[in-house]
């Protein structure tokens, strides 16, 4: 299915080249709305947008390195009722993608009519941080591109991005290709499914070769990989055993920010705000002198070890929750820690396939079969 | 935690025993006057595919010094397939606990089909016996989690 195309790249701006190609989009008619980072006039921050006019793609910042919400969510937002019958292109990034694929299971998400574009993506910079390095030189993320692609891994990233095995998105309709592209010859529009291959083609665009791409994410990833490795075993060393798990979630408030910006923790309502957890006076009491005290609010660690096993087998690494948490609990790397041993039990890769069941939906007969018997 | 062994203790294990099987097995036990421990506290749920990780992991944060899930059989689930799924949760729960080096050995699953009354005395002896040597759950009395 995949064709190749190049866009090219005039004067060095792989922001310009993007937004031309959005502006396209939309001139051409091929959809009807685009989805993508807008920056704002002030330029130091960006705003997903739902654009119309093309005329306000020339302000669109895709590559801006910063990621205020999962576009997966606005996405459910947005079709959970009905999908609309106008098409509507979604700039992604990889972990949105992987996110959005998992809403779509929950169904709490419908892709009629999307057409999703996914970017190569070398990752993001917290928003205050991005705030601040937008004022110097960032703003438009050509600077960052330039940097990685120089070899320089940028510790200002977030933790989840240094960490992040999947730069380059997955389940996209077209691919922005990026990583080991060689600019001066273009940049790559890759068409992965006829919904894709269909807008590809309107674009009118050459055939091009993917000379170098594949290997440089294969390198980006082994690097990637092994950031996340050292990550597990700090996480291991700074959080294993109750006392540590304890002085890890001592600063939690229960806020729940952490469950509300996650892409993949879905439901209307939470148990931890239902009635289930309202309790009386002489409950609290009862576990007080049952204990000799008791942490109030109560339940810090039933609430993350509860998210942790409802929505485990579908974390997909963005590390939204840890940017949201007001007190810099490292929530993402306790998720991500726990999701990669639990993940492999049912060899399950969030986000890798629509069409894969969700392993807690589904069962084999044949499995776990020592389980209940000793 | 090994260390935390004392003599004379007696453990609470919250029992959730699916309607269809073990707790069937539970009161036969009782009418025919087997004796099984008395720690176990049964709770009649209508599957063991209904035991959401939340009651397991509240059972341990409250006190409970050990966790049992018990139901039908692999293939012989009256709602054709919740023991299935349960395993499946419970193999993820306990390795959440594992992964956080919690105890991950104080949650037991447990097939014991209506008719295997021994088993029930036999299973609830084991769990008992090997809860004690355990200790008290250390969760359990942590006023902070």
């Given amino acids: 299915m995949a064709k190749t195309v190049s866009f090219s790249v005039r004067d060095g701006s792989v922001t310009g080249a993007l937004r031309q190609l959005l502006k396209q989009l939309l001139e051409r008619k091929l959809v009807d709305a685009v989805l993508v980072p807008v920056q704002l006039p002030s330029g130091d921050n960006v705003v997903q947008s739902l654009v119309t006019r093309p005329e306000v793609l020339d302000a ?90 120089a070899g320089k ?22 691919t922005i290709g990026l990583i080991g592209v060689d600019f001066d010859k273009g940049l790559l529009v890759l068409a992965n499914t006829a919904r894709g291959q269909e807008i590809v083609d309107g674009l009118g665009l050459a055939e091009a070769k993917d000379e170098s791409r594949q290997a440089a994410i294969n390198k980006l990833v082994s690097e990637r990989q092994k950031r996340r490795d050292q990550l597990f075993e700090q996480t291991i060393a700074e959080s294993k055993g ?13 806020c729940h920010n952490c469950r509300d910006v996650c ?9 931890f705000d239902s009635q289930t957890f309202a309790f009386e006076a002489d409950k609290y009491l009862g576990w007080a002198s049952k204990k000799g005290a008791l ?22 690494g963005c590390g939204l929750c840890q940017e949201a948490c007001p007190n810099d609990v490292p929530v993402f790397r306790i998720f991500r820690l726990v999701a990669s041993k639990v993940q492999p039990l049912f060899s399950y890769v969030p986000g890798r396939s629509v069409d894969e069941q969700l392993p807690l939906t589904t069962f084999k007969e044949a499995e776990f079969e020592k389980v209940g018997f000793e | 935690m090994s260390d935390k062994k004392d003599d004379g203790f007696e453990p609470t294990i919250v029992g959730y025993l699916c ?16 004796q ?21 992991l509240r059972a341990l944060f409250s006190g409970a010094d050990g966790v049992l899930i018990s139901g039908c059989r692999p293939g012989d689930c009256h709602y054709v397939s919740g023991n299935y799924k349960e395993r499946r949760r419970v193999v993820v729960v306990k390795t959440i606990l594992e992964t956080l080096g919690l105890e991950s050995d104080r949650v037991w699953l447990r097939w014991v089909a209506a008719s295997e009354v021994p088993k029930f005395a036999a299973t609830m002896n084991e769990i008992t016996e090997e809860i004690k040597k355990l200790g008290p759950n250390p969760i359990g009395s942590a006023w902070s989690a």
């Fill in chain 1, 295 to 316: 942490r109030v609010p109560t339940d810090t660690l039933l609430f993350h070890l509860t998210r942790l096993n409802h929505m485990g087998t579908s974390c997909v």
């Fill in chain 2, 36 to 56: 099984y421990p008395h720690n176990i506290r049964a709770i009649r749920v209508m599957c063991s595919g209904s035991v959401d990780p939340l009651y397991i």
């Fill in chain 1, 60 to 149: 669109a910042n895709p590559l801006a390195p910063v990621l205020p919400v999962s576009t997966a969510n606005i996405i459910s937002k947005m079709t959970r009722l009905a999908a609309s019958e106008k098409k509507v292109a979604v700039v992604m990034r990889s972990c949105e993608l992987r996110a959005l694929t998992e809403l779509v299971k929950l169904k709490q998400a419908s892709l009629d009519n999307i057409v999703l574009v996914g970017v190569d993506c070398y990752g993001t910079f917290s928003v205050p941080d991005y705030k601040r390095f937008a004022k110097e030189t960032l703003a438009n993320g050509d600077e960052l591109l330039k940097g990685v692609k």
């Fill in chain 1, 263 to 271: 892409p993949v923790c879905y439901c209307r309502e939470c148990v």
């Fill in chain 1, 153 to 174: 891994v940028d510790s200002r990233l977030r933790e989840a991005c240094q960490a992040c095995e999947y730069p380059y998105p997955l389940n996209a309709d077209i």
């Fill in chain 2, 19 to 34: 309607n269809w099987c073990t707790y069937a097995a539970a009161d036969v036990a009782g009418s025919s006057r087997l």
């Fill in chain 1, 242 to 254: 109750l006392e540590k798990l304890n002085s890890i979630f001592a600063p939690c408030i229960g």
